[in-house]
């Protein structure tokens, strides 16, 4: 019997193309700089990008009314910024590596595993010792939290797997 | 778990790029494997012993750990 031995790269048809690797992580770096910019120095009032959008549930406030499946105005600045940051981290934290075989994948796991305990760790920790105002914004943070600790473990440990391999043929 | 890559590697003079290509993974996989950091999958270590003619139990020895 005669194998192809060079098909043991894993199937993995649930990962991003490699192709989307680079551009994905310019876009999700950029508009999550500039979220977290405009977030802590209110740029969104200041920015304003003003739009009629379809709301499934609307409340201003304590003065203002609910209004539930309508047309609201609204600014969308920080809704343009949400979205291009969890799509793109999300492509970007989930595209294949340039040379993706099984040790890749079990880094990948790993990786995730630890970046959900090491979150859900930092929401208790949040949850137990702040209180009021401040935790709208850790509330804010925890929406981007877990994505960006998963890339922040994936790259170091696959930054380490790299530089091990180099130094000895 | 022990395994004697590195030895087969050897033999059959072969880089760690050499053996990494003709069995399709990346020579970092090769490195940790060789290391004992990175146990392969069984698919993997047939794939190894297919290549160098040897069976599994040849190349692979569980340790008291395992």
Known sequence: ?169 | MKNNIKVQRAIHNFTQQDLADKIGVSRQTINAMEKGKYVPSTALALKLSQLFKISVNEIFELEAED
């Open chain 1, 1 to 169: 019997m005669v194998l192809n031995l060079k098909s043991i790269n894993m199937k993995t048809n649930y990962l991003f193309p490699y192709r989307l690797k680079k551009i994905s992580g310019i876009i999700f770096l950029i508009s999550f700089i500039v979220l977290t910019l405009l977030y802590f120095l209110d740029g969104f009032e200041k920015f304003p990008i003003k739009t009629k959008v379809f709301a499934i549930v609307a409340d201003y406030g304590l003065l203002g009314e609910t209004k539930n499946f309508g047309w609201i105005e609204d600014s969308v600045t920080d809704e343009i910024l949400v979205i291009l940051t969890i799509v793109f981290g999300i492509i970007f934290a989930f595209s294949k590596e340039k040379y993706e075989d099984e040790m890749v994948t079990s880094v990948r796991l790993h990786s995730l595993v630890w970046a959900t305990i090491i979150n859900y760790a930092l929401i208790v920790l949040s949850y137990m010792f702040i209180y009021g105002m401040p935790f709208l914004t850790v509330m804010s943070a925890i929406m981007f939290s877990q994505l960006l600790i998963f890339i922040i473990l994936f790259r170091y440990n696959i930054y380490k797997l790299n530089k091990a391999g180099t130094d000895e043929e």
